[in-house]
């Protein structure tokens, strides 16, 4: 594939002698949003781990702008940023110093208000990551993952957890640093998720990926070996109903 930031081939982990990645390969174009969908214990999260330099490769080889994940992945982490599901910042460091001490162990120097005005959250500078929402937990894990300007972004299950106005918040956000240029690879098991955010997305399955796609011809090849359901269309929905009364209050 022409201009692939991201090269997996053949890619293969176990655990306790259970295979739970079973040889899958793909490539990410340069610039794209890619995202990786499956159920629960599908592997996701292994397989962005080992892309990260976070797990150790048991057989194939991962590439990330033309370098060797194994051989080299001190230089792989100076250009990747990560938003996991779970980040820890230290408590009682205010925002903008959390930022400053993420940029200064890549070597960077950054504006961390500025930085925090991009995600939304200049008017918390001075607070504690333990008072902000979850929203705003993630958009400030996505502040820290960008300090060193990376080539690639990765995050996993980015919105698991949030209310619907917060999870769009984060749509918005993930959009941007797309327009900026960055590639995107994520993981996520909401399907609205990756039709609204991504260019192209792997289905994974039992360790394996069973479809390799953009969304609009995933789901045209569903309709042509004839699938149809039932369906009643409405003009809005509970969740519409729910950010309509609720504002900008929930979630913020």
Do not use: F, S
């Given at each position: 594939m022409a201009d692939s930031i991201v090269k997996v081939d053949d890619l293969h982990k176990s655990y306790s002698?259970?295979?739970?990645?079973k040889g899958i390969s793909f490539e990410v174009k340069r610039g794209e949003t890619f995202g990786i969908l499956g159920?629960?214990?599908?592997?996701?999260t292994t397989t962005l781990e080992m892309i990260e330099t976070l797990r150790p490769i048991d057989k194939g080889t991962v590439t990330v702008s033309g370098v060797n994940v194994s051989k080299d992945p001190q230089k792989v982490k100076y250009m990747i940023g990560v938003q996991t599901q779970s980040t820890a910042f230290m408590d009682k460091v205010r925002l903008t110093e959390l930022l400053e001490q993420q940029a200064a162990a890549?070597?960077?120097?950054?504006?961390?208000?500025e930085l925090l005005k991009e995600v939304n959250l200049e008017e918390k500078s001075t607070s504690y990551i333990e008072n902000l929402s979850?929203?705003?937990?993630q958009r400030f894990s996505i502040a820290a993952a960008l300090v060193h300007k990376p080539k690639v972004f990765f995050l996993d299950e980015p919105t698991t957890g949030l209310d619907p106005q917060a999870r769009r918040r984060l749509w918005d956000l993930i959009k941007s640093v797309k327009r900026q240029g960055m590639t995107v690879i994520l993981t996520t098991h909401y399907m609205e998720e990756a039709e609204e955010l991504c260019q192209r997305v792997a289905i994974m399955d039992e360790g394996q990926i069973v479809a390799l796609d953009t969304p609009e011809k995933l789901i045209r090849q569903l309709l042509k070996r004839g699938f149809k359901k039932e369906r009643k269309v409405e003009q809005a929905n509970l969740e519409d109903v729910f950010l309509?009364?609720?504002?900008?209050?929930l979630g913020t």
């Open positions: 002698g259970r295979e739970v990645v159920p629960n214990g599908a592997g996701k890549y070597g960077e120097r950054i504006d961390p208000l979850g929203g705003q937990k309509d009364l609720t504002g900008k209050v």
